[in-house]
């Protein structure tokens, strides 16, 4: 080994990136030609992957500028870091060891396949019982891990041999993907006293469901010398040849006795490079960690027969890849009829838009015992309304009631009222909610009117409208009725301020129920925001009146006073002027509400990627613009409403 040239390119520090980002390279670490020419280094998929989602760049990579970390017929870079040794230090592997346990935590692993089932559980808790790990037919990394297929059934003769009265199971490697064919088949397995797992299974329900795992190559060795179960390896992994496995082969460049969290320190933490997926821009390990649980989590979620009812037929599509996960797409029922015992049999779960539920659905759901979803909008959603038929990239599942139904509990109520938020949550909270008000974003983003002067010097009170058959007004705990009276009852209680009115943007396209006289409007309110941004409406007031409006609710996130005539999700909190709520006892601060209402709750999709995503991903995809967000359905209806609209802004409502 050339060690000058060597030392021109390693020590190898942890950092964010390296260079302009991965080169591709179909080249192994065997070929001369790979070796480090040019001081060039060779990129690999890493070991956090989002399985079938293809961004622009995958979340991790290992990269080296000597071989290839899986190849033991040459030196890499890993393996000689790992032997020599120069690079560790007391942070390094404490963010190591914490690294770990994430993952434990997460269940995150090589493939978050949701379709990968837990190991089944033990016959006789009494028995040992230990897994044998088969691999896929043309794994790379069993012969370059000095391996073949012979050593297949070594391993079952071996374990066999080791523990003739444990209970053996044979899996397919949960790195594998599923539906690969591998070398060991039901028959040779049941004739070496084995039993063989079909199903898909979880790395981890290996590495801690067992009392030794055997390997080939397999990275759930890894994993399973990670959770502190005994391995036994019959080829020679990146991980193999340094104390902590039991080795059947043997590699002379390794001699130095190593920890399994050096392994990973080296591995994950030194050698891999991660990148945000939905920006390209390079990325911690734990900010790559924690996208991943998101994605796995929101895709465990929807992992399960889903049956949807109540949805618009412009919906379905976009409902479908919300609720869809690997290997799982729910099925979107069309028509309002009530659903039936037979369709319940078949899923696990129901979910119906809320306020369009078939009669009879939850009750059917109860009397089955079939979980039943509620799904609305969420907080921050497109570039446009959703009246007129554009697609959301936010929504709300809630098992209890619906956020804007102050009749009874929800979720997120439950959660305001009995959540815990700790410090690093409300950080990332404020954060949050300084960057909604910076990239001033709210639900609709729609109203590019300039605000027109105020006519008189003084505070100014901005009165908002809404659609008055709107669900929220009917079960929000309304104290008023329609939009007149609020701007009559703003008057009362204002009467020296400028009353700004202005009305709900679905009721200004003519699309919805609301519109005020043109005598009212000229009675109590001083100037109509037409067709203004709601957030240059909110900047322009000192305090807002509202009903139940959303409008109240980015009033608060940008500092200003409120009143709720009726309980709507931010009320009763101590945060606004409110009629109250027996149920909502507990006092708020803004950054808790925020870390409820904005993060916990409801669930984002990424408009560019399609896959799930944290609230700051949506933020900074609406302040861009992003045509995603602002794309219209292309249906008969969205095209009549558009006509509709037009129709009315410009020859009725002036009429």
Known sequence: MDRGKLKRLWPRLPSESEGPGPRRSRRLGSEPTSRRVRLSDRWDEGFLRLGDARPERALSYIIDGLGIHYDATAPSELEVMLEEGGWESDELLARARAGIARLREGRLSLDNDPRRRDLPARTDATHRRVVIVDQAVGDPTVGFGLAGASAFAAMLAAAAADAPEAERLVVMDPAARIGRRGHIDAAAAEAAGARLVSDPVTAWSVAEGCDRVYVVSAHAG????????????????????????????????????????????????????????????????????????????????????????GFSAWKRDWITRTLSAPGSRPVVRRGDAP????????????????????????????????????MEDGFLRSIGLGVALRPGASHVLDATGVYYDATGPS?????????????????????????????????????????????????????????????????????????????????????????????????E???????????????????????????????????????????????????????????????????????????????????????????????????????????????????????????????????????????????????
């Not at 960690?289 to 049956?307: C, Q």
């Not at 369009?356 to 039943?372: D, F, H, K, N, S």
């Open 339 to 374: 659903v039936n015992a037979g369709e319940l049999s078949e899923v696990r779960r129901v979910v119906t838009w809320a306020s369009r539920m078939p009669a009879g659905t939850e009750a059917a759901c109860r009397e089955a015992g079939v979980p039943l979803l509620r």
């Open 222 to 309: 890894f994993e399973a010398a990670l959770a502190g179960t005994p391995v036994t390896c019959f080829g020679l992994p990146f991980y193999a040849g340094w104390g902590f496995t039991h080795d059947r082969l043997h590699l002379p460049r390794r001699t130095r006795r190593r920890e399994a969290a050096d392994v990973f320190a080296a591995a994950y933490l030194v050698c891999s490079r991660y990148f945000d997926p939905y920006t390209g821009a390079p990325a911690r390990f734990e900010d790559a960690v924690a996208i991943l649980d998101l994605v796995a989590s929101r895709w465990r979620e929807n992992a399960v027969p889903t049956l949807c009812v």
């Open 411 to 507: 979720d997120l109520e439950h959660l305001l009222e009995t959540g815990t938020f700790p410090a690093d949550l409300l950080a990332r909270a404020a954060a949050l909610r300084q960057a909604v008000v910076e990239a001033r974003v709210s639900k609709y983003n729609v109203g590019s009117a300039a605000l027109p002067p105020m006519p008189r010097p003084g505070p100014v009170v901005l009165v908002a409208g809404q659609v008055e058959n709107d669900a929220s007004i009917r079960l929000g705990g309304a104290t008023v009725s329609g939009n007149a009276a609020l701007l009559r009852l703003a008057r009362e209680r204002n009467p020296g301020a400028v009353i700004a009115f202005k009305p709900h943007p679905d009721v």
């Open 509 to 655: 396209a003519g699309l919805r129920p609301g519109w005020v006289p043109p005598d009212e409007l000229a009675a109590h309110a001083d100037v109509v925001l037409r067709d203004v941004s709601a957030i240059d409406a909110i900047e322009a007031a000192d305090r807002v009146e509202v009903v139940t409006s959303l409008i109240g609710f980015e009033a608060l996130l940008r500092g200003k006073a409120v009143t709720t005539h009726g309980l709507p999700f931010y009320a009763g909190w101590g945060l606004t002027e409110d009629p109250g709520c027996a149920r909502r006892t507990r006092r708020l601060t803004l950054d808790e509400l925020v870390a409820g209402a904005l993060i916990l709750y409801p669930r984002y999709v990424d408009p560019r990627t399609g896959l799930p995503c944290p609230p700051e991903v949506l933020v900074q995809r609406l302040a861009e613009g992003d045509p995603e967000l602002a794309r219209r359905a292309l249906t008969p209806e969205a095209l009549l409403k558009q006509v509709w609209s037009v129709v009315w802004r410009r020859v009725l409502r002036r009429g």
